[in-house]
């Protein structure tokens, strides 16, 4: 079945770059909508933003100016670079298929701290 | 954005008793060209990712016991478990999907 994998950086110094990559295995990341989801430590769910195997992205407006998304569908990859980070911007970051959000990675916690 | 609120924050049931969460959306969530409530049920546990219980406010997903079920429609909603279980106990979600952007409910967790 279709598994999802976050990977990168576990520590983020301020005001420097957050860089996650999710890859899929088990299935193809066409022809569906991928997420990225995160969970600040004892909080709720905050959707990032999405996108679609083409490329079609769509950002939560909280967090556009800082967010790209993209997607490498040889490798059935997805990334999301979040700039001028902050430690509020520290969280577990999940990575999920945005279909009901039906799959999700067991998530990579991200602490920013100089 | 589309205002999620859960109702109440944590809830104390007992072993096989029935639980219910509320969940309140600030806009009308269903979609009248297809009659459907575009809304979420999550469920998530200590180290856990969230787990899709309900969407389309009532329709379980595969492999989801059927002692959780979703109800409601418009802007007012409710998960019910009819008769709680151990592994039951956990933090639970709602979500809307109606409108970009995406956003959940602050969770209620549901212990023993």
């Known amino acids: 079945q279709v598994q999802l994998e976050e990977s990168g950086p576990e520590l983020v110094k301020p005001s420097e770059t957050l860089s996650l990559t999710c890859t899929v295995s088990?299935?193809?990341?066409?022809?569906?909508?991928w997420s990225w989801i995160r969970q600040p430590p004892g909080k709720g769910l905050e959707w990032i933003g999405c996108?679609?195997?083409?490329?079609?992205?769509n950002y939560n407006p909280s967090l556009k100016s800082r967010v790209i998304i993209s997607v490498d569908t040889s490798k059935n990859q997805f990334s999301l670079k979040l700039t001028s980070v902050s430690a509020a911007d520290t969280a577990v970051y999940y990575c999920?298929?945005?279909?009901?959000?039906?799959?999700w990675g067991q998530g990579t916690m991200v602490t920013v701290s100089p | 954005d589309i205002v999620m609120t859960q109702s109440p924050d944590s809830l104390a049931v007992s072993l096989g008793e029935r639980a219910t969460i509320k969940c309140r959306s600030s806009?009308?969530?269903?979609?009248?060209?297809?009659?459907?409530?575009?809304l979420a049920w999550f469920q998530q546990k200590p180290r856990q990712p969230p787990r899709l219980l309900i969407y389309?406010?009532?329709t379980r997903e595969s492999g989801v016991p059927d002692r959780f079920s979703g109800s409601g429609s418009g802007t007012e909603f409710a998960l019910t478990i009819s008769s709680l279980q151990a592994e039951d106990v956990a933090i639970y979600y709602c979500?809307?999907?109606?409108?970009?952007?995406?956003?959940f409910g602050q969770g209620t967790k549901v212990e023993i």
């Open positions: 389309w406010a009532s």
């Open positions: 999920a298929r945005q279909e009901f959000f039906d799959i």
């Open positions: 088990g299935g193809s990341i066409s022809p569906y909508y």
């Open positions: 806009q009308n969530l269903l979609y009248d060209f297809n009659n459907k409530n575009y």
């Open positions: 996108i679609h195997y083409s490329g079609n992205t």
């Open positions: 979500q809307q999907y109606y409108s970009t952007p995406w956003t």
